[in-house]
C-alpha cells in the first residue's frame, strides 16, 4: 500500500523506520507507514492502549499508543492504515521503540487516483515536443502520476509510466497548458478513466526524451 507514496509521505516526515536505531533515546520524531500487528492491551488501571508496528519501505518499528493517544487517535488505529506518526524515541540496547503522542492520516486520494493521461500521435513525439511537456509537468509539480500514451501510425497505441520526478498537481491549469500547447485532445479533464492494455516502457524512446 505504499508503493506511489513515498514523495507524498516524505513531505510529512522526519525520518524513516531504517534510521531510527542510530538515534539517541528521548528524541522526538514523525515517522510514516503501515500500520501492522495490532495488539490491545490494559494498564492496571482497565485503560486500554495498544501495541502496534509501523512498517515503512526501509523497515519497521514497535509503536505504543498509551491510552490518552489511543483515545484521540482509536478511529484511525486500524490494521493495514497509512499513518503519520509523531512521538519520543525509547532506544533501550538493540530495541526501538516508538511512543506515540500524535497520529495523522495524510489524504491519499491524489497519488492512488487515476493518474493524468497526456495522449501524443507518433508523429508529436519529436525531442521538442517531449522537451515541452517536461516543461509542462515541472510547472505543476505534485504526487498524481503522468502517462504518456502515444497512438502509432500502424493503428496500435504505446503507453509510457513516467518517473515519479514527472509527477503533478491535477489542476484546471495543468489541463488548460497541455491543451494550449499540444491541442484539445492531448489530455482529457476527466481523470484519465480510460483503460490501454499496453504497460510498458520503450527505452529507446525514453532514453533520449524523458531521461
Same mark, same amino acid.
Given at each position: 500500500?505504499?508503493?506511489?507514496?513515498?514523495?507524498?509521505?516524505?513531505t510529512?516526515?522526519?525520518?524513516?523506520?531504517s534510521?531510527?536505531?542510530?538515534?539517541?533515546?528521548?528524541?522526538?520524531?514523525?515517522?510514516?507507514?503501515?500500520?501492522?500487528?495490532?495488539?490491545?492491551?490494559? /494498564?492496571?488501571?482497565?485503560?486500554?492502549?495498544?501495541?502496534?508496528?509501523?512498517?515503512?519501505?526501509? #523497515?519497521?518499528?514497535?509503536? +505504543?499508543f498509551?491510552?490518552?493517544?489511543?483515545? !484521540?487517535?482509536?478511529?484511525?488505529?486500524?490494521?493495514? !492504515?497509512?499513518?503519520?506518526?509523531?512521538?519520543?524515541?525509547?532506544?533501550?540496547d538493540?530495541? +526501538?521503540?516508538?511512543?506515540?503522542?500524535?497520529?495523522?492520516? *495524510?489524504?491519499?486520494?491524489?497519488?492512488?487516483?487515476? *493518474? +493524468? %493521461? %497526456?495522449?501524443?500521435?507518433?508523429?508529436?513525439?519529436?525531442?521538442?515536443a517531449?522537451?515541452?511537456?517536461?516543461?509542462?509537468?515541472?510547472?505543476?509539480?505534485?504526487?498524481?502520476?503522468?502517462?504518456?500514451?502515444?497512438?502509432?501510425?500502424?493503428? #496500435? /497505441?504505446?503507453?509510457?509510466?513516467l518517473?515519479?520526478?514527472?509527477?503533478?498537481a491535477?489542476?484546471?491549469?495543468?489541463? =488548460?497548458?497541455?491543451?494550449?500547447?499540444? #491541442?484539445?485532445?492531448? %489530455?482529457?479533464?476527466?481523470? =484519465?478513466?480510460?483503460?490501454?492494455?499496453?504497460?510498458?516502457?520503450?527505452?529507446?524512446?525514453?532514453r533520449?526524451?524523458?531521461?
Amino acid at each position: 500500500p505504499l508503493f506511489g507514496t513515498e514523495r507524498l509521505l516524505e513531505t510529512y516526515t522526519d525520518s524513516s523506520c531504517s534510521t531510527l536505531r542510530g538515534k539517541e533515546d528521548g528524541v522526538g520524531v514523525t515517522v510514516a507507514g503501515v500500520l501492522t500487528s495490532l495488539t490491545k492491551k490494559f /494498564t492496571k488501571k482497565g485503560d486500554t492502549y495498544l501495541v502496534a508496528t509501523l512498517e515503512d519501505l526501509t #523497515g519497521s518499528v514497535e509503536v +505504543v499508543f498509551w491510552p490518552a493517544t489511543y483515545r !484521540a487517535a482509536h478511529e484511525a488505529l486500524e490494521e493495514d !492504515a497509512v499513518l503519520i506518526v509523531t512521538g519520543r524515541l525509547e532506544v533501550r540496547d538493540e530495541a +526501538v521503540k516508538l511512543s506515540a503522542n500524535k497520529v495523522s492520516a *495524510p489524504d491519499l486520494s491524489e497519488v492512488r487516483g487515476a *493518474p +493524468v %493521461v %497526456v495522449r501524443f500521435a507518433e508523429a508529436q513525439c519529436t525531442a521538442e515536443a517531449i522537451q515541452r511537456l517536461r516543461g509542462v509537468l515541472a510547472n505543476h509539480s505534485g504526487h498524481v502520476p503522468v502517462h504518456l500514451v502515444v497512438d502509432r501510425d500502424d493503428g #496500435g /497505441t504505446k503507453v509510457f509510466r513516467l518517473g515519479d520526478g514527472y509527477r503533478v498537481a491535477r489542476s484546471s491549469g495543468l489541463f =488548460g497548458e497541455i491543451k494550449a500547447a499540444f #491541442g484539445p485532445d492531448a %489530455v482529457s479533464d476527466d481523470g =484519465g478513466t480510460r483503460t490501454f492494455g499496453v504497460d510498458e516502457e520503450e527505452p529507446r524512446f525514453r532514453r533520449p526524451a524523458l531521461a
